[in-house]
């Protein structure tokens, strides 16, 4: 066989409009990955990838087949211990100062309903943000599902109260491990109620009443999840938006609130 005749790579051709990129590379690639969970089982999902790198003026374009590369090669399983992997790799791949990944995938969990126990799995967002430069940086975030009952309209009616389903987006950094199954848990016990897959009547009746003896408004759902961010001790950085799909109103209610160190 022939040798392979050699092609010409443009992407290394110098630049000369003196321009720096600050990010170049790949969005909206579905990859399959596993998930560790915090009992170490694996969980088997499709994530949504972007990967980026920082371009130097000189350079005229990036290697894109390489972030591909790197992901196949690195990136088959997503662990909060080791998140960076990916990322110190495309820095070393592509002689870049920065490299960014985001996964953002469905992470399943199993949940009993509350009084006939019978078991049913309940599906999150979840994403991972990492950076990688001189030092590393990841931002885990899950979008929750939960109930809010209103405290004005408990306290104003007779019978009832109005109630709803919002959805909690948690972002977090912590120089200590801190599990997804963790963060949910967090969201879910600053609610009114967690959610659930499958509810017989008496389970319902449950979850009903618990809603109603805990009602929160949208201020009191993140005030209560920042209050555990800070009660846990290591979350270094935390960011709480919750939004509520109003069941009288044709509007959501939102509320949003960020530690700044400093």
Partial sequence: ???MQELTDTQNERDYRNLPIDRVGIKSLKHPVVVVGRDGDLQHTVADVSMAVNLPHEQRGTHMSRFVEVLNEHGNCLDVREP?????ELQRRLKAERAWVSYQFPFFRSKRAPV???ESS???????EIEAGKTEDFVLTVMVPVTTLCPCSKAISER?????RGIVTYSLRSPQVIWIEDAIETVEESASSELYSLLKRPDEKAVTERAYDNPVFVEDLVRNVARRSVEQGSISWYRVEAENFESIHNHSAYAEIENKPG
């Fill in 84 to 88: 960076g992997m990916v990322s110190r």
């Fill in 1 to 3: 066989m022939g040798s």
């Fill in 116 to 118: 006939t126990e019978k």
């Fill in 160 to 164: 009832g109260a109005h109630n709803q």
């Fill in 122 to 128: 309940l599906s999150y967002e979840v994403r991972f």
